[in-house]
């Protein structure tokens, strides 16, 4: 059973930056994508920025140019980095993987998320 936990959510104000970290733990084989998505108030989650186990990357087109996404595949760690941060950022954000684990006699992908972290961008 694997485990994902986030960090590094906060308060800041708006051009700001911050960067967000998630730790995927657990008898884990190996990621393929990791990701970050995010949920306003009232509003339905949605993808922020992903990066496969190669380290090809995607963005939504609001946050590209602005955000970067990394990871750490000997860590099992992925990162994003948010710099020009806008007030329309604010909402909670979730880590995603889907990670590869053993169990009665074979070798299967199971999606995880985080519990999520917020952060808030004040104008």
């Known amino acids: 059973q694997a485990q994902l936990v986030e960090s590094g959510g906060g308060l800041v104000q708006a051009g700001g930056s911050l960067t967000l970290s998630c730790a995927a733990s657990g008898k884990i084989f190996s990621i393929n994508d990791m990701a970050w998505y995010r949920q306003a108030p009232g509003q339905a989650r949605e993808l922020v920025a992903g990066i496969t186990n190669n380290g090809n990357t995607y963005y939504s087109d609001s946050v590209k140019g602005r955000f970067t996404i990394s990871r750490n595949n000997a860590k099992n760690t992925v990162s994003l980095q948010m710099n020009s941060l806008k007030p329309e950022d604010t909402a909670v954000y979730y880590c995603?993987?889907?990670?590869?684990?053993?169990?009665?006699?074979?070798?299967?992908?199971?999606?995880?998320w985080g519990e999520g972290t917020q952060v808030t961008v004040s104008s």
């Open positions: 995603n993987a889907d990670c590869e684990e053993y169990s009665s006699g074979s070798y299967y992908f199971s999606e995880y």
